[in-house]
């Protein structure tokens, strides 16, 4: 199965801006509007994106819709620090999935 | 006849078991070795992420965001994604392969006269990291992925060790034991009838 993916970012303007020089499709998004948000993410999701990024600060208000994506092998939806820095989001959901996994965390003791 | 059926079922119970439970071990020792990657990984991306966003936004501060979303509207490069899936122990993991494809101009689209230095540093740092957060997507929807199979399999593991292994076990002692006190009375009651002969 081979497909020909595309790469989405979505998030504020600010920080969206930049990955536009390197022809990733780019999608402004605003945090307090998440209803405009998730729609744009499902869109993504329906129309091939491999791989979604979303700036945590966007995350944040969608968390449901992010989850909901987490079972299937396509799209992948990351989160990256958004320009006004990162919430912890990211790392927080590698903690989970290692408590999940595990039962308990075992990154932070090495 | 129900004996030697539950005893089969015993068998596969067990075998089932251990080819879960030896699945488990190998995804448990993969997952931890992808994780720690993942985390790393994720780490060192943000930190150079903002870095990034922090000389990107200085540099744009002093021009109209217009002006700069013109100056970067039509990309010279562009970045292509080809994803394959890929069986690891039975999860279906996206395997990625990226390729970068610029039109000779190097990174910039824009002309070096309107923007500031600042903004060529930001993505020349932003290009750098680029493959690191490809890189990232993989290793963290692996890492998702693996999660989910690793708790289902953790749990039929169980059901199988609590639950089902020692249940059989009870149901075939219980007719174990009902045989034996058959046969025990059937012996007694030909004692009898042998002595009543007898006499």
């Known amino acids: ?110 | 006849m129900e004996l030697t059926k539950l005893k089969t079922r015993l068998k596969t119970a067990a075998r089932g078991h251990k080819l879960l439970k030896d699945k488990q071990d190998e995804l448990m020792r993969r997952f931890i070795e992808l994780v720690r990657k993942n985390n790393e990984l994720r780490k060192n991306v943000e930190e150079e992420l903002i870095n990034a966003y922090k000389d990107f936004l200085l540099a744009a501060s002093p021009q109209s965001s217009e002006f700069l979303e013109e100056a970067l509207m039509f990309p010279t490069k562009k970045t292509y994604l080809e994803v394959t899936t890929q069986n690891v122990m039975s999860v279906l993991v996206p395997k990625m392969t990226f390729s970068h494809e610029s039109s000779g101009a190097g990174i910039f689209p824009y002309g070096f006269t309107n923007t500031e230095g600042g903004v060529d540093r930001a993505l020349t740092t932003l290009c750098d990291i680029l493959p690191k957060l490809l890189e990232l997507g993989e290793v963290e929807k692996t890492c998702n992925l693996m999660t989910e199979e690793i708790e289902k399999t953790r749990r039929r593991v169980n059901a199988l060790e609590y639950m089902t292994i020692p249940q059989l076990k009870e149901t075939i002692k219980y007719i174990k034991m009902k045989l034996d006190e058959n046969e025990r009375s059937n012996l007694v009651r030909l004692l009898k009838v042998k002595t009543m002969i007898q006499r």
């Open chain 1, 1 to 110: 199965m081979i497909t020909m993916p595309k790469i989405g970012v979505v998030g504020d303007k600010d920080s969206v801006l930049a990955f536009k020089a390197f022809g990733l499709s780019v999608f402004p998004a605003v945090a307090s509007d998440s209803e405009a948000s998730r729609k744009i993410v499902d869109k993504l999701a329906r129309e091939d994106y491999g791989i979604i990024f979303v700036t945590e600060q966007i995350a944040e208000t969608i968390t449901e819709t992010i989850d909901r994506y987490d079972r299937c092998v396509l799209p992948a939806i990351i989160l990256i620090p958004g320009s006004t820095g990162s919430l912890g989001i990211g790392l927080a959901r590698i903690r989970r999935n290692v408590e999940k996994a595990v039962g308990m965390n075992i990154l932070d003791s090495f």
